[in-house]
């Protein structure tokens, strides 16, 4: 089923209805549906109550898709994940019961909390949109979406994504608090029942598959792609960092600037679609020294540090 | 767009023009003016990679150290350095053209640094090559010493033209001429007052240094531990090398000064002269002879080694000695005393002595010679009753003292310190050290009626090492002079157990420190008495392998960088960089509301609150610079139409840019 709109009047639309419960969280959402649109996964890292999860079930909710939500839990195993083949007594065969991941829209809650066993089954199943079990491959649906979230203030009994898991998360993203007046509005909508009640879908799987396609074509000049390999490349050899951003990190800056300039309703990427997106897709993937770490150096600092030093094409 | 860093035209070539004139070497001067003038009509550029950028600036430093130590091994440290400084700009030149026929504008960091050569490039910053090139030509020009206003002209004006580059927008020209010219005339009268000042400064101290530091003061009194108390110590440095044939043994005693009068007024006891001025000795035929006596015996010969500061100071002597050779000095001077004195000489200072017989430079006996103190006359008295000199003849008078110090005296470092110090050596104690038996033998023969002077100098060790003898400064001795038959003799009355005793207070790694000084020894005996022009002929040799061997490897890599450069051409910024909307930004940044460099167009017109007026104007600006299907002339023109709008009715305060064609 297709709405037939336009791909920029897809974006709009899917972006209007999360705004409807998610106020004053424009640009996240925006750069949230960058990421959806070109077919990566996102991690939210913010502090409880500030709307990861509801992010999620809104962004589900909108597009007439199926939604699933795990609980990581140190005791969750691959299997609660990816399903299992159960014994059947009657015609004496195993049969596959899919796992929660066999869906469209997935969220990950507090995926830092599961087991690093239980971390990589999903993380397989991202990198390559399709989970074994019992030997046997099974695909998973084109539309394939990972919201994971985990919370930066408690560590104890958790298992931190290893850095070359983290690298599979198109980009991170934090949601932060709202302005006073957003929270209010906050309050307002939910004084008699949850907004997200009233959420209708508004697009298709269909549609977002055409938006992908259509941001494929977006065009991105020589001198663009240069700009972006320098700032990924400037992570590299920046003072206090250990380990760079991958040229993975240069195609997901590539991918998402496309789909940003396709919301904005330009056939071409610009200098500011890259800087819009340039921060929040290098930093999770840069590992710092302890020295700069203990220094007050955050990831976020050195990214910003390096979008500000390389020229920008103007 | 990278800021790119701007140096006046023609400033460079000037300046190098100037280094040439002010240096003498205006020929050369030209052609290196021109050729890092050159770039600016020629379009050709090379594509110099870091790399090749690192090699020649390895190859400017092996110049620079290779200039510097030839400079410094064939002069002292201000002439060589007169002699170098001229040719810093000629040694960085090639780096300084490199950079100006190159593609590049900057030189990173690294390149300039060893250390930082194997990081990563840092941040796109570096020095940039004219600016240094700039400030070593003014660096070289002022070694070239030119004194009177040409220099300070030329500096002013040269200097003047880098900050007219750089000057600020706000404030009108005259006043910046007008302050400049007042910072120009300040200097002008600033360096003259220092100069002035200078040359006061060194009339008076010059005296003063001379008086205080120098050289009179080791003839003019000596200093003795006589009435002190402690152990005497003395270092192993080396001071001397005495070589004599192998033979022959050494001169026993090498002396520096002689003295007349003893004070022990106060203590510890003092031996001074009446002074007595220095008289040149005039010059052999030959060069470096300087015959002190003119008909000595010169059946003898050592020759002695030592460094001698700034070339000037006492050279020791044996008492016989009637000629010096071998000795390249200004001037040689004597004294009444017998003190032997070399004027500008080399640091490193070489003599050979030809001595022999028992005449020597120090003239006839006065009555000062014969001088006993008041206070010590009781006791030198009964010592001499008691050994019976009265009325003996000279050489059986030193015969006999001498006999009475062997027999019954000892040495000793250890000082016991008295009010009556020589009355407590010869009567209580009878242990001291050299100092003691000289000067109570020098009392005792005057008490007997012989002349006799205190003298200090070396005893030389007999230790042979191939005719080799090292003095060092524990052989540091005193002893008397008497005046016998016509003639001074030496008369050493101290026991010949001091030399061992001495010895024991060797250091067991005193071979380490020897070492050390054999190395600056002979780094001095080649820097100052061998051949140094073969270093310089080495060098001059050498350098144009090293230069040709840096160049291919430089230039091999040129042409291979180059085949590539040909097969997969670099795109460069091109499309679109002739867009109206620089002239927006132009406008802008003249009325201080100019973009930073971090800053995107969009950024920048968001802060600056415009980004809705111009919002049509920066989507075809954007789809002009960065869409690869490019603009229609069309939107082009609208583009031009919508920037001429804008300047137009905009009230942005500053002048107008200029008018562009339409496409």
Not at chain 1, 74 to 91: A, E, H, K, N
Not at chain 2, 12 to 33: C, Q
Not at chain 2, 67 to 77: F, G, H, M, N, R
Request: proline share 7%.
């Amino acid at each position: 089923m297709t709405t037939g709109l336009s791909p920029r009047d897809v974006y709009l639309a899917i972006a209007n209805n999360i705004g409807t419960v998610m106020k004053g969280q424009a640009g996240p959402t925006r750069r949230m549906l960058a990421a959806f649109v070109v077919g990566g996964h996102v991690l939210l890292e913010d502090f409880p109550g500030t709307g990861k999860t509801t992010l999620a079930k809104v962004l589900a909710r909108s597009l007439n898709v199926e939604f699933k939500r795990i609980q990581f839990t140190p005791d969750l195993l691959p299997s609660d994940i990816t399903g299992v083949s159960m014994f059947d007594q009657r015609d004496r065969q195993f049969h596959f019961q899919p796992g929660p991941i066999i869906t469209n829209v997935l969220l990950a809650d507090e995926i830092n909390r599961a087991s690093p066993r239980t971390q990589s089954a999903l993380l397989e199943a991202m990198a390559e949109g399709q989970v074994s079990v019992d030997g046997e491959r099974r695909m998973l649906p084109e539309l394939f979406f990972v919201i994971a979230t985990q919370n930066p203030v408690e560590f104890r009994g958790t298992y931190p994504l290893p850095e070359a898991q983290m690298d599979r998360f198109a980009m991170q993203l934090e949601l932060g608090y709202v302005a006073p007046a957003d929270e209010v509005a906050i309050l307002t909508a939910q004084a008699q029942n949850h907004p997200l009640e009233h959420v209708a879908p508004c697009a298709s799987a269909a549609d977002v598959l055409r938006l992908r396609d259509a941001a494929q074509h977006v065009r991105l000049s020589e001198e663009l792609k240069r700009y972006i390999v320098d700032v990924v490349a400037g992570t590299r050899g920046a003072p206090g960092v250990q380990l760079g951003a991958s040229p993975r990190a240069s195609l997901a800056i590539m991918k998402t600037a496309q789909a940003l300039a396709l919301f904005d309703g330009s056939e071409f990427v610009t200098p500011d679609h890259i800087r819009e997106i340039a921060v929040p897709v290098i930093a999770h993937r840069l590992v710092l020294d302890p020295q700069a770490k203990f220094a007050g150096t955050t990831a976020r600092t050195v990214a910003e540090d390096i979008l500000k030093r390389v020229p920008v094409p103007v | 767009m990278a800021t790119v860093m701007r140096f006046p035209p023609f400033l460079l070539g000037a300046t190098v023009l100037f280094w040439g004139w002010m240096v003498g070497w205006l020929p050369a001067a030209i052609v290196g003016a021109v050729a890092l003038e050159l770039p600016r009509w020629i379009r050709w550029r090379w594509e110099f990679s870091a790399q090749d950028m690192n090699r020649l600036w390895d190859l400017c430093g092996l110049l620079f150290i290779g200039k510097a130590v030839i400079a410094y091994a064939t002069s002292d440290l201000v002439e060589g350095s007169a002699h170098f400084m001229p040719w810093l700009p000629v040694i960085f030149f090639p780096f300084a053209a490199a950079h100006a026929f190159s593609a590049q504008d900057n030189v990173r960091l690294n390149t300039y640094f060893w250390l930082r050569r194997k990081k990563p490039p840092h941040a796109p910053s570096g020095w940039f090559v004219p600016y240094w090139y700039f400030v070593l030509c003014f660096l070289s020009v002022s070694s070239a010493n030119v004194q009177d206003y040409r220099f300070y002209l030329g500096v002013a004006v040269l200097g003047g033209w880098l900050l007219w580059s750089c000057r600020g927008r706000n404030a009108p020209a005259w006043r910046w001429a007008m302050t400049l010219g007042c910072v120009a005339a300040l200097g002008f009268a600033g360096q003259a007052g220092l100069t002035h000042l200078q040359n006061v400064t060194q009339a008076v101290l010059g005296q003063f240094i001379r008086e205080f530091a120098h050289l009179d003061a080791d003839v003019a009194q000596s200093r003795t531990a006589i009435g002190a108390v402690g152990t005497l110590k003395l270092s192993n440095r080396v001071l001397l090398r005495v070589e004599t044939p192998r033979n022959q043994p050494p001169p026993a005693l090498l002396r520096k000064a002689s003295f007349d009068t003893y004070d022990g007024s106060s203590l510890p006891a003092r031996w001074t002269t009446k002074g007595a001025d220095f008289a040149d000795v005039s010059a052999g035929a030959e060069l470096g002879v300087w015959p002190l006596l003119p008909a000595g015996d010169t059946s003898l010969v050592a020759r002695v080694t030592m460094f001698l500061p700034v070339g000037t100071g006492i050279l020791p002597v044996p008492l016989g000695a009637a000629a010096l050779t071998d000795l390249l000095a200004a001037s040689v001077e004597t004294n009444a005393y017998g003190t032997v004195r070399a004027r500008e000489g080399q640091p490193l200072i070489r003599y050979t002595i030809r001595y022999g017989g028992t005449a020597s430079v120090d003239p006839p006996p006065t009555p000062r010679d014969l001088a006993i103190p008041e206070a010590e006359r009781a006791t030198f008295r009964q010592v001499a009753a008691q050994l019976g000199l009265a009325g003996l003849p000279p050489r059986q008078a030193m015969a006999r003292v001498s006999r009475y110090f062997a027999d019954h005296f000892t040495y000793s470092r250890y000082l016991r310190g008295s009010r009556q110090p020589l009355r407590q050596f010869l009567l209580e104690t009878r242990a001291g050290h050299c100092e003691y038996f000289a000067t109570a033998t020098a009392l005792l023969l005057r008490e007997a009626g012989v002349p006799t002077r205190y003298a200090i100098g070396y005893a030389v060790p007999e230790d042979d090492r191939g005719g080799t003898h090292l003095v060092r400064a524990r052989h540091a001795h005193a002893w008397t002079l008497a005046y016998a038959d016509g003639a001074w003799r030496d008369v050493d009355t101290t026991p010949a157990t001091w030399e061992a005793i001495e010895e024991e207070s060797r250091p067991p790694l005193q071979w380490v420190s020897d070492v050390f000084v054999w190395v600056k020894y002979q780094f001095a005996r080649w820097r100052y008495y061998s051949d140094r022009g073969l270093l310089a002929r080495i060098v001059f040799w050498l350098a144009p392998v090293v230069v040709a061997w840096f160049a291919w490897r430089i230039f091999a890599r040129q042409r291979r960088a180059r085949r590539v450069v040909t097969a997969v051409p670099v795109e460069r910024k091109s499309r679109g960089i002739d867009s109206e909307f620089y002239r927006i930004e132009e406008r802008l940044a003249q009325a201080g509301r100019g973009r930073r460099p971090d800053e995107s167009l969009g950024d920048w017109l968001r802060r600056e609150q415009l980004a809705e007026p111009l919002r049509e104007a920066l989507a075809l600006h954007y789809a002009y610079r960065f869409d690869p299907r490019g603009i229609t002339g069309e939107q082009r023109r609208e583009l031009h139409r919508q920037v001429e709008q804008w300047l137009a009715t905009a009230g942005v305060p500053g002048q107008s840019g200029r008018k562009s064609e339409e496409p």
